[in-house]
Nanobody
Framework: QVQLVESGGGLVQAGGSLRLSCAAS????????MGWYRQAPGKQRELVAF???????NHKDSVKGRFTISRDNAKNTVYLQMNSLKPEDTAVYYC????????????WGQGTQVTVSS
């Protein structure tokens, strides 16, 4: 059964930190590079960061040095540590297998809301 459960979002002041978690089903996690995505109101869903099964990472330029993606293969979980948050980081954050352009027609979890106040 395909399952993605994101958690850890919340309301935080600018400059604050949050750590997002995503528990994925074995069928998605075990064979895939995983990604974190976000969608702000009125905007398209975008890739924020991805991590290969071996731990190679890449982050969107606007979050480099502030966000860090990681994964625990034993727990089928991927994380996103977010530091120095800015109001423009406000969005619903999702995890899924990695695509350059997210496939909205594929299965997605409910996401977790991150709101950064100025």
């Amino acid at each position: 059964q395909v399952q993605l459960v994101e958690s850890g979002g919340g309301l935080v002041q600018a400059g604050g930190s949050l750590r997002l978690s995503c528990a994925a089903s074995e069928s998605i996690f075990s064979i895939n590079t995983m990604g974190w995505y976000r969608q702000a109101p009125g905007k398209q869903r975008e890739l924020v960061a991805f991590i290969t099964r071996g731990g190679i990472t890449n982050h969107k330029d606007s979050v480099k040095g502030r966000f860090t993606i990681s994964r625990d293969n034993a727990k089928n979980t991927v994380y996103l540590q977010m530091n120095s948050l800015k109001p423009e980081d406000t969005a619903v954050y999702y995890c899924n297998r990695y695509w350059v352009v997210p496939k909205l027609e594929d299965y997605w979890g409910q996401g977790t809301q991150v709101t950064v106040s100025s």
